[in-house]
């Protein structure tokens, strides 16, 4: 999965809030006025996606061991597994990004 600077760019306004009626990501404005107040920045999203993709997958791992103990649906197995991966992949994606733009900045020359 590949993820565009501008693909990335409109996440990352979409989970903080930004640019809904500015544009994509407030363009034109200077990092922190397109920060809204009280936001941690990229690394408070980061936490986030990263904390809601465990609770995902907690889930998940809850409704396959119900589903083994016979309490529990095969659908909703199926569904928490389905949602566990899918926000699985966002992160593994994010990072693959961030591993790029860190890789892309150290190459730079000064």
Not at 81 to 103: F, K, N
């Given at each position: ?32 006025a ?63 990004r ?13």
């Amino acid at each position: 999965m590949s993820i565009g600077a501008l693909d990335a760019m409109t996440a990352y306004g979409r989970a903080l809030g930004v640019g809904a009626e500015q544009g994509i990501g407030g363009l034109g404005e200077t990092a922190a006025a397109a920060t809204p107040k009280g936001a941690g920045g990229f690394g408070t999203m980061v936490e986030s996606l990263v904390s809601t993709t465990a609770a995902a997958l907690r889930t998940a791992e809850s409704a396959g061991v119900k589903q083994v103990a016979g309490k529990g649906d095969l659908i909703d197995v199926v569904t928490a597994m389905g949602a566990a991966e899918t926000a699985l992949d966002t992160v593994v994606a994010v990072r693959d990004r961030m591993v790029s733009a860190y890789s892309e900045i150290m190459r730079l020359q000064i």
